[in-house]
Structure formats: structure tokens, C-alpha cells
């Protein structure tokens, strides 16, 4: 049959075509299906004994290895629980270095020595797995005729239903014991953190038991059109878009922002804030972002460890609830050149078993000492560690967001607001004797006269700022929007962790020689308020001063992400994390190998379908419209006089001299670009060579093809073009 269309107006005639789904969202409150698909505290009691869930709680809330009988126990009420709602499977939910989720689906039954059909799910099958883990990447830990991993349950996390499926949080170790995944350095930095930030609340509060960080990360994503989806393989084969010109239209008018959610967006938001809301995830808020086709959910906050795993589920329950209805959710973060990427703001707090968090300016004047103390321990971690922090934002994908020229740039520094500002400056010019005053009646006064009642004005806030203090918690903003938040977290809770432990000893040694409690600590913030000055920055981000500044403030300017991988070995943060037990060195090794290896691979990808794309979709446009010029211009020869032909052929001559122009320049980088990446193959010592190699003459190149493929995209006959354009991308709904 005779092709009458290119596959872009097909996917546009479908996209067009799509009718809103409707939601399967049902009439009932929330409070009747929230959690639904949730193994929770209060349902367990229905199918578990009283005395072993007591104590299963006791040990989790505490912290303590769960024995094998409870957990046979457990693992029984688990099973008649999943069975009761229909699952026939169950799954050890693990996190990779890859990213995402991995899971091993299982069968709840076996074959008694009968032959006979019979129902098993044992403690053991609950507690530790062994997923075939050759080719999940270890960085070296297992070699891979070694090749064991386990996965193993983290009680602390509630089993939940996926389908037919019963799904068990789990850690992921090798063998030898070393975390081959995000979650348990994540488990192993909130215990670090628990005892170091306990041990200071002793200072103020001997009641406080126990501490644990918060957090409440907020989403962004963009949906587009299934069917345009499908028509540009940059999309489906690497997650963004590889070239394209800017749409005429795009985020100058803000208007997106403040629109109305389209119909047929908002029914999918409803179907995913139900789905989530059964798999327990708090949804709250729901809005869309600057660009066009952007949007962001958020949930209430919850513990670290069980946000970071809400957060990675309801990635993948968008991605499904998406293709429902015909959308496709892109999570890279930076699909679109030219208008905002998408990040995953990280709001972190820590709060006591009292329930007073610790960020949030208190009640008295002895709450605010130990308000301005947590203060200015996180301001010092993120001072000493703002390397080590980037570093755990940094990937192939998050580069394009974060350090490239229409970006924020690639430096840590936190922003206070002009509240906090004013108080940590008088703080710092108060003297000893006069900063802290204690009468007669035990009270005790703050020699800085805001103190005792800080009020916070929600409105000071500043967008440009990667690490910003936002009233009763800091925002890490540089967190990527499909990064894997426990990479983020594990490193601020250690690096946090480290500093309050240091903390208390200087306080402790002052203490020792004589000095007054409330004078050592005094003493001692005040000189962490001087120190930890370059990393507070309340001006424009964005701006190019800035970056000159910050490099004479001593911060970390690196741009190159797998030379900003090499701050996880510093020393120094080797021994933090040592001390801190978070991570060995090997396993922070192994970690960088997995990085870099990442880095090269995802960027070989990129490069090879752009390579694709411009040889069999542009060069071909472009050359078909060159001949349609070409035709023309002899057409005009035939008819015309002499005289008249060169005028009339004036502008056909310039369009076919720039599309030769480009299409000569595409050809000669294309070849540069391939040449580049096999050097980087094939003649890197290490996967850090390699990674550095691809960052360094790789990614360029396939910039500067896209220029030209973007100049081209502006001349050729739109009715040539066969990938679909951003206007329609971002348009069309
Ligand atoms: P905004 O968009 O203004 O930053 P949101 O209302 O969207 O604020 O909230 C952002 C996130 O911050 C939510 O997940 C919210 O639950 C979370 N959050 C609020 N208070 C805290 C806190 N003390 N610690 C951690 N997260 C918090
Ligand atoms: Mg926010």
C-alpha cells in the first residue's frame, strides 16, 4: 500500500484521538480504602497472636533482629492475609544501584512429596531470598561466579499487595555482607543519626529516647502522549528527548502553572492518588508545575525509610496508571531542552520520640537553644560534606538539570531566609556572658532578643537555592526527580550524624574544663556559626557571580559528574562514613564503580540512538525537501527568461545551501562522535577513565549535532518531519 504519512502525523492522529479514560476511583471516603492494600499494624492483630506481634513491635521500634520463630509466625498470618485478598505470589521488593525497584516473583504454593498441591510461606522465605543477582551490578563485591546476594526483610517497612502479588521490602547484601543496594546504608545512616542526635537532646531533654529524620519528597514528571511517545525512540529508548526545537510557546507566560488541570490529566491523577493512597502513601497535594505538561504530587511526611520506599513505589504505580490512560509519565530529569527539568525536592526534618522537631524554632527559650543547635550542626555537615552531598545527586541524567548552561549551577550552599540569617549573626556577636543569661528562676534568656519567639514568615522563600531552610525543615532541591531519594538521604543523615557526634564531644570537653552547660554550648555553636559561613547564600543561584563566589569561598564548582563522584573517596568521607558506619570503603568503591559504569552506559546509549535518529529520520528529511528545492529551482529555468531566473531562485538557493551546510556537518559529527565513544570503549583503563571519556568528548559532540538537527528543524518542510515536534509534545493532552 502506498505510504500516504510519516509516523508523526499517525501518532498525531491517535494522540488526538484519545479519549479521556475515566478514573476507577470509587465514591467512598478516603479514610475507607486508604491502605487497603496494606499489611498495617491494626490488621496484622487480626491474624497474628497478641504476644508475638508485641514483640515483633518492640523489635522493630527498637531496632533489634527479628527471631526466626516470630518470624515463621509472622510469615503464616502474612500469607492467610495476602491470600484472603487474592494474591497467589509473593516478591522480595528490592532497591538496585541500577535504581527503581527488582523483584522475584515466587509462588505461594509447592508439591508436598505427593505430588499434591500445598501452601507454603515460611519464616524463612519472609526473611532472606536468594534473587539470582549476577547481573545486578556490585561494583566488584561479587565476582560473578560468586555471584550471591541476598535479599532480606526489613520489618520495619509494612508488606504490601501489588495485584496478585504480596510484596516484602527487603535489603540487599552480598554474600559477605556488604549493602548492594540503597536501603540499607539508608537503615544503617537513620540508626547513626537516631544516636548521635539523641545523645545532644540529652543537653536539653534527658527525656528524649529516640530520634529519626523525615521525609517529604515532592515529585515532578511530565506526561506526554502516548502515541507521540511512541513516535520518538530518544523518548522511549533513553527517557528524553535528544533533540527537538523549542516550541514558539513554552513556559514564557507561566500560564501552565496557575491553569487548570486538563480533564483528561486530572482523571489520571485521580487514578493514580487512589492507587496510592490503597498502597498507603499519604497523597496530599496535586498541582502542575512551570512548563507545559509538568506536574508534581506530594505526600504527607513519613519516616525516612518508609517515605523512600512510598516514593519508589508510586514511581512505578505512575508508570502503569499512566499507560491506562494512554499517557506516558517521563521522570527523567530534563526531557525537554529549554524549559524546566524535573526534581524531586527532598524536605528533611528530625523529630524525638517526645514529638518536637528539631528544626522547627520551639516554644521557650530552651527549645530554641536546641533549635539553633540542630541548626547549625546540619549548616556545618552540609558546609564540611557540600561535595559528598552533590555527589549524591549527581548521575548521567541529572547533569542536564543541574551545571548545564541553562541550569542551576552544579554548587551546594543553603539558604536560610533573612529570619534565621539575622538571628545566627547576632548569635555570632553576642558575647559569651551576655548570649546566654540564666536567672534566678532557672529561666534562661538568649541574649538576642528574636530569639525566644521566632516567628517564621513562610514567604521568605528563594526557588534558586539547592539546599534551602523552609521554616520547621530543609529542602534538598538538587535531589533528581528519578533518582532513588536514599542516595540523597544517607548521605545528609551521615554527614549530619558525624557532626552532632563531634558536636557533643567539644560541648562535653568544655564542660569538662568548668565552663556552664548552656556557656559550652553556647561557646561552641557560636564558633560553628563563624565556620560554617561560605555555605550560606541567600542571593540568585542561577546567577554567574555566584559562581565566582562560591569557587572563593573554598565550595565544591566541579561540573563533571564522574569527577564529582570521586568526592564519595575523599578521605575524609571515608572516614565519615566509617565512623558513622554507614558504608565501608569498599562499599563505597564498589558504589563509584557502579556509578561510572552507569554514567558511560546510559550516555553509549544516548549516543547511539542519536546516531540512528539523525542518519535514518533528519538527514533523510532534509535531503528529500533539498530535492524538492533542487526540482523547483529547475523548474524556474525551464519557464522563466534568463534574466528573471536568478532572482525568483534567490531564496531556494540559500535554504539548499544551509541545509547542505548542516547536513555536511551532522555527517563529519556524527563520525567524531562514534570514533569517540569507541576510544572511550575500548581504551579506558577503568570504568572512572571511561565515564570521564564519555563526559569529555562524547557528550559534547552530541550537543553540537543537536544544534544543527534543531537549525534544520526550523527549515524543513514540516510536512517532511517525522519526529514529533516539542510544540506537540508539550501541547497536546
Ligand atoms: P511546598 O511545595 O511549599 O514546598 P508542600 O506543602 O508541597 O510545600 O510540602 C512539601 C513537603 O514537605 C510535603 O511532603 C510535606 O509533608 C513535607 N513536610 C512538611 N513539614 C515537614 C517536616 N517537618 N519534615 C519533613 N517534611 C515536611
Ligand atoms: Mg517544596
Known sequence: MHKTMNNRFEALNKATSHLPVVPSKPEGKVKDYFAADVFTRERMKEYIAEDVLNQLFDDIDNGRTIHRDIANTVAIGMRKWAMDHGATHYTHWFQPLTGGTAEKHDAFFTLNKDGLLMEEFTGDALYQQEPD????????????????????WDPSSPVFLISDTLCIPTVFVAYTGEAL?????????????????????????????????????????FLVDEALYDARPDLLLTGRTLMGHLSAKNQQLEDHYFGAIPERVRNFMMDLEFEALRAGIPIRTRH????PNQFEMAPIFEDVNLANDHNLLIMSIMERVARKHHFRVLLHEKPFAGVNGSGKHCNWSMQTNTGINL??????????????????????????????????????????????????????????GKQISEVLDKLEHASAEKGIIINAKKEMKLGVANIPEILLDNTDRNRTSPFAFTGNRFEFRAVGSSANCGAAMLALNAAVANQLFQFKAEVDKLIEKGEPKERALFKVIKSYIVTSKPIRFDGNGYSDEWKTEAAKRGLDCETSVPLIFDRYLNP?????????????????????????????KKLQIESRVLGDLVINHILPAAKRYQTMLLQNVLAVKQVFAEDEVRSLNEQDYSIIRRIEHHAAAIIEKV???????????HESPTERDKAIAYHDHVLPVMAAIREHVDDLEMIVDDELWTLPKYRELMFIH
Open 133 to 152: 543477582a549476577s547481573s545486578f551490578p556490585s561494583g566488584g563485591i561479587r565476582n560473578t561466579f560468586e555471584a550471591r546476594g541476598y535479599s532480606a
Open 181 to 221: 543496594d540503597y536501603k540499607t546504608p539508608l537503615i544503617r545512616s537513620t540508626a547513626a543519626l537516631c544516636k548521635a542526635a539523641r545523645e545532644v537532646c540529652q543537653f536539653f531533654d534527658k527525656q528524649v529516647r529516640h530520634v529519626h529524620a523525615n521525609l517529604g519528597w515532592e515529585q515532578e514528571y
Open 288 to 291: 502542575n508545575e512551570v512548563a
Open 359 to 416: 528544626l522547627a524554632p520551639g516554644k521557650n527559650p530552651y527549645q530554641n537553644l536546641q533549635f539553633v543547635t540542630f541548626l547549625v550542626n546540619v549548616l556545618m555537615a552540609v558546609y564540611k560534606y557540600n561535595g559528598l552531598l552533590k555527589a549524591s545527586i549527581a548521575s548521567a541524567t541529572n547533569e542536564h538539570r543541574l551545571g548545564a548552561n541553562e541550569a542551576p549551577p552544579a554548587i551546594i550552599s543553603v539558604f536560610l
Open 572 to 600: 575524609d568521607v571515608i572516614n565519615m562514613f566509617k565512623t558513622t558506619e554507614v558504608l565501608t570503603e569498599a562499599e563505597l568503591q564498589s558504589r563509584c564503580e557502579v556509578k561510572w559504569e552507569t554514567y558511560s
Open 671 to 681: 563520525e567524531k562522535m562514534t570514533t569517540a565513544r569507541h576510544k572511550a570503549n
